[in-house]
């Protein structure tokens, strides 16, 4: 309680209110400094590829760019999908945005899936080479993104059934849609980086 | 009901983090108020510093006469890894952690951290990458020992061809520091940008506020880099990858920019704050106003920005080609301009200042004092030939112990005995602490101002036994290193029985300004609770008749009153 002896033109601010609301400051924050993690990946590809004597595993002169790309096909367009997610969300069409939002779990899995198959398929090793253990240390360090996308999605799409949800804003709903965006940005690079430039 | 200019609903709902238990136990629980975490680190980090002080002793034993008599040679690089390591990851940033916890909120009107929960976990952390660490000492091969700096191809090197080695152990320690501090970073930045007291713009912020906020960014820009090496080195030394290894076509230079990008910058992490702490005590102690403030707050950032593109002057001596040097050196030199603004603006502040000398303010004077000498031995490694010269002899030994320890150490020191009646609720014996503080400055001085000599006639570092020729040196140094030993019991009596049984502290016993200022010692929990006041100047107008916050009086009052 305000004590009575003072000026009442003094804007006294309780302490309460400043709890709330800072999550997507801090998440946004940690993006910026996890995607200096991928940045040193990729200058480290960058240094190694340019530098080592020897780049591709012995028996290989290059990497299979047809399956990969299908996947970044999907992995990009599920930006835009889940784009349309949060707007039903916004638009309060809470069944849209469950539906929407599924989808774009769906693509995830498959991206993830098409990863596995690739890796199954591969004729080198982590052990084979710098590029071996680039290569694996890039596409892991990514696919552990996705697959974390993915789990967060679930968890988002668990919190829509809770009675009263969403009513205070929809922070969790857009760090996660920017995280997604993100992972896909840093695949868009990887992509070119592996991929493209051989 | 006399609250009507803010949501009511915020006001009514239910504090969300409950006040943990209000006795000793709280400090040993998940307690996510961040001046309980405060303390949490403040003292886990002493605990460290004995520790790794005890590890450095012994350093200096083996030292202190020309052959390795005391210790085989490898038990010897264990010994002076695991002291970096130890003083570095578990004192160092704990320990300033632990002050910048204490301080935002308090400093800024807040009332705790933006993401409590966090912060505690980001604590809890300390404990656990700690044990990680020391049980290194208990594997077969024994702790990590290619020095703090983990250089391939001596750190994946496993002889024994155990999964769980020590420098296995040392890797997974220094990753799970690296994500307590990028917790302990997103949360002080976004504290700092969003929970600031009303009025507090950035210029009105205090330069302690303003060099956590430089530092923390730094540690978001630069430990993922340090993060993503590490995960390959491991990968390295575990999973038999070739990143940093000739045989296998990788490069073990590459390492060297991954570590140094980051950790050397982490310098300026740890040496920031110090100098926030520099720039807050010299007003209070000489009765000015900070002399340029402004340039002082900016130059906090120039040294951020410059300090990312420095770190290639450790690397001169390691095939570094000479355009690259010579643009590092550049950068490095500039490095100067930054912190000389900060310099002179302290010495101007000292300048006709009515000085009190009192613990805080030798420390202060001290750290300054030892921070200029070590600053020009700075400049002299950044210049090429010079440090293709003494570059890993004991002179760079010097010359980095006098900023990390005569310069941080000393001002983390001042810190602890400035704000020591503001937190505890008590005052320390100022008797015990100029023992200290003379302790410190006689044992810092006498163990490594001899080290630049030997350094400079040649004496490399990193190694169990000398030339004999360097022996006058090194027993002054290990002389250095036992004072500085038993500089720590005055230290240790003076807190505890202080915090024990000290007399109680008033709410401001230095006549200080500052928002931390206006609140009872120790501050309540939510530190203004409802009332947080409006800044109207920055906090450094000593003899100046400009008013510090809105109706400062009401808060003089209230600070008073028992909670």
Not at chain 1, 50 to 60: D, K, M, N, S
């Amino acid at each position: 309680m305000l004590s009575e002896n003072k000026s009442t033109t003094i804007n006294h601010i309780p302490g309460h209110v400043k709890h709330d609301g800072h999550n997507m400051t801090g998440f946004i924050i940690f993006l910026c400094s996890e995607s200096i993690i991928f940045f040193a990946f990729f200058v480290g590809y960058g240094i190694l590829k340019v530098t080592a004597p020897v780049w591709y595993p012995e028996g290989i002169d290059g990497i299979a760019v047809k399956e990969p790309l299908i996947n970044t096909v999907i992995l990009v367009s599920s930006s835009f999908v889940i784009y349309f997610a949060e707007k039903s969300l916004h638009k309060k069409n809470l069944w849209g945005f469950r539906f929407i939002w599924f989808i774009t779990m769906l693509m995830g899995s498959y991206f993830v899936y098409g990863q596995y198959i690739e890796w199954s398929e591969l004729s080198f090793s982590l052990q084979s080479g710098v590029f071996g253990g680039m290569f694996y240390l890039l596409t892991g360090f990514h696919g552990l993104h996705v697959i974390t996308g993915i789990l967060l999605m679930g968890l988002m799409l668990y919190r829509s059934f809770l009675p009263n949800n969403y009513k205070g804003g929809e922070m969790g709903v857009e760090s996660v849609s920017l995280f997604w965006h993100f992972v896909d940005v840093i695949w868009i690079i990887l992509f070119v980086l592996i991929y493209l430039w051989q | 009901m006399t609250i009507i200019n803010y949501d009511q609903r915020l006001v009514k709902s239910k504090n969300p983090y409950p006040k943990g238990p209000n006795d000793w136990k709280r400090f040993f629980s998940f307690n996510t108020d961040a001046k309980v975490i405060g303390i949490q680190y403040i003292v886990t980090a002493l605990f460290f510093l004995l520790l790794g002080g005890l590890l450095g002793m012994l350093v200096r034993g083996e030292l202190i006469t020309p052959p390795s008599d005391l210790f085989d040679p490898t038990v010897y690089n264990g010994l002076y890894t695991m002291h970096g390591t130890v003083m570095l990851f578990l004192f160092l940033f704990p320990m300033l952690s632990g002050l910048t916890n204490l301080l935002v909120p308090p400093m800024i009107g807040a009332p705790d951290m933006a993401f409590p929960k966090l912060n505690a976990l980001a604590f809890w952390l300390v404990p656990v990458f700690s044990i990680i660490l020391l049980l290194s000492f208990f594997v077969p091969g024994g702790p990590a020992s290619s020095g703090w700096w983990s250089y391939p191809p001596i750190s994946i090197q496993n002889p024994l061809g155990k999964m769980i080695n020590g420098e296995m152990l040392w890797i997974t320690a220094i990753s799970l520091s690296g994500i307590s501090s990028i917790m302990g970073a997103v949360n002080f930045v976004t504290t700092i940008i969003r929970m600031r007291a009303p009025g507090m713009g950035f210029f009105k912020m205090p330069i302690f506020i303003w060099t956590v906020l430089a530092a923390q960014l730094l540690q978001l820009l630069g430990l993922p880099a340090l993060t993503g090496g590490a995960i390959m080195l491991f990968f390295d030394l575990s999973f038999g990858t070739s990143f940093f290894r000739i045989e296998g076509g990788g490069d073990p230079v590459l390492f060297q920019h991954f570590f140094w990008f980051y950790s050397h910058p982490a310098v300026y992490v740890m040496v920031l704050p110090v100098f926030g702490i520099f720039s807050e005590l010299f007003p209070v102690y000489a009765r000015k106003p900070l002399f340029g403030y402004k340039f002082v707050a900016v130059a906090s950032f120039g040294i951020t920005i410059l300090s990312l593109v420095v770190w290639v002057h450790h690397m001169f001596y390691t095939g570094t080609p000479m355009w690259m040097r010579n643009l590092f050196m550049f950068t490095t030199m500039l490095i100067a301009v930054p912190t000389g603004v900060k310099v002179f603006a302290w010495i101007a502040t000292l300048w006709g200042g009515n000085l009190r000398l009192s613990t805080p303010m030798l420390f202060c004077l001290g750290g300054l004092f030892n921070f200029i000498f070590g600053g020009i031995t700075g400049v002299m490694l950044a210049t090429v030939p010079v440090d293709i010269h003494v570059g890993n002899t004991y002179f760079v030994v010097a010359h980095f112990h006098y900023i990390i320890f005569n310069t941080i150490a000393f001002g983390i020191f001042a810190g602890i005995y400035h704000w020591f009646p503001k937190f505890t609720g008590r005052m320390f014996y100022e008797g015990l602490g100029k023992v200290h503080f003379a302790l410190t400055f006689v044992g810092a001085t006498l163990n490594w101002l001899p080290l630049h000599w030997a350094g400079l006639l040649g004496m490399p570092r990193r190694v169990a036994s000398y030339d004999p020729e360097f022996a006058i040196w090194n027993v002054i140094a290990s002389i250095g290193a036992f004072i500085l030993g038993v500089a720590s019991i005055p230290f240790i009596l003076n807190m505890v029985s202080s915090w024990v049984r000290g007399k109680a502290a008033p709410p401001n016993p230095w006549k200080a300004i500052g928002l931390e200022w206006l609140l009872p010692s120790p501050p309540p929990h939510e530190n203004f609770e409802d009332d947080i006041p409006t800044v109207l100047n920055e906090p450094y107008c000593y003899g100046l008749d400009k008013p510090f916050v809105q109706d400062e009086q009401f808060y003089i009052d209230k600070s008073f009153k028992k909670h």
